[in-house]
């Protein structure tokens, strides 16, 4: 396991006992490449076999948490592309299969079962959010034990609005948004307000930004003082009654949702391009309306 990592920082508080993992692509507001992923696997993997740390932080540099999967910025088409550089992972684990297989592949590769490891390790996750976290950056978000905030922070899934998409490969938001509203925000591409997912549970602490990492490690810290067989079993077995509840059954089904619907796409576009466009009736990027709050009394 690696020590320095090109995307992400890591910390250790407390003699090693809390472990701060940030994103560190600022520029493209933590936009998730495949690098970023597989350093993400790396950092939490090494936590995970380390038995001093007990908690685990998930944040974000700069302006924002996360803006989702990266889309093409020129560094991830730099990994993907043929030759010396490519990522080996744009050369495996399906990437060389054909049609939809291979996309189905490499999305449950990277998008789907990582998302689901991270939720499971046997330690205690705490995810520290601020600013949009927007549609991929909600996966990393809810893979984590519990969520803190700062009260700049809004919730949004565009995928739908924007993408002709059915939301993100780790379908949480019935679980997490409750269903009427999951649908409410993915229909219209609206967002949720720090405060409304305090009320329904979501988000378990807000802080003032400029208190956000000091105040979520004073958290982590609370927690860390749990006997860590405790921490353990009461984390197994709430995430065991989810699970009894539906919670990985529908994991499953959502996710083979996900790849008809890319499927879709790529059958009725001539060059195969799997989400949908301005043609499909989607705004193009850079006209789309900006991300605002659902209000209840507000149609349009």
């Not at 302006?63 to 990522?87: C, K, N, V, Y």
């Not at 990582?114 to 949009?132: D, E, F, M, S, Y």
């Not at 879709?264 to 799997?274: I, K, L, T």
Request: glycine residues 8%.
């Amino acid at each position: 396991m690696t020590t320095s990592y090109r995307h992400l920082l890591v910390d250790r508080f407390d003699d090693g006992a809390i472990v701060r993992i940030t994103l560190n692509r600022p520029k493209q507001r933590n936009a998730q490449n495949r690098r970023m992923l597989e350093e993400i696997d790396d950092a939490m993997l090494a936590a995970e076999a380390d038995d001093v740390a007990r908690v685990v932080i998930l944040a974000g540099a700069g302006s924002m948490f996360s803006s989702g999967h990266d889309l093409g910025s020129r560094e991830q088409l730099a990994d993907m592309e043929a030759g010396p550089e490519q990522l080996e992972s744009y050369r495996t684990r399906g990437a060389g299969r054909t049609g939809a297989e291979s996309w189905m592949l490499q999305e449950w590769h990277y998008f789907f079962t990582n998302t689901l490891r991270w939720r499971n390790p046997r330690k205690i996750t705490v995810a520290q959010v601020h600013g949009p976290v927007l549609a991929g950056g909600l996966m990393l978000m809810w893979a984590c034990d519990l969520i803190v905030a700062a009260e700049d922070t809004e919730f949004c899934d565009l995928v739908g609005a924007r993408m002709g998409m059915c939301g993100v490969e780790y379908f949480g938001h019935p679980w997490e948004f409750g269903p009427r509203k999951a649908k409410e925000l993915l229909l219209t591409g609206d967002s949720m307000t720090v405060d409304e997912a305090y009320r329904l549970g979501m988000v378990s602490k807000i802080f003032p930004v400029d208190e956000l990492a000091e105040r979520t490690l004073a958290f982590a810290r609370r927690i860390a003082a749990t006997p860590t067989v405790a921490a353990l079993l009461i984390k197994e077995a709430v995430n065991q009654t989810v699970d009894n509840m539906g919670f990985y059954n529908s994991l499953q089904a959502s996710f083979t949702l996900h790849q008809l619907n890319h499927s879709h796409w790529a059958q009725v576009h001539d060059d195969g391009f799997p989400a949908a466009r301005s043609e499909d009736g989607v705004p193009e990027p850079a006209s789309a309306p900006p991300i605002r709050p659902a209000q209840r009394s507000e149609a349009g």
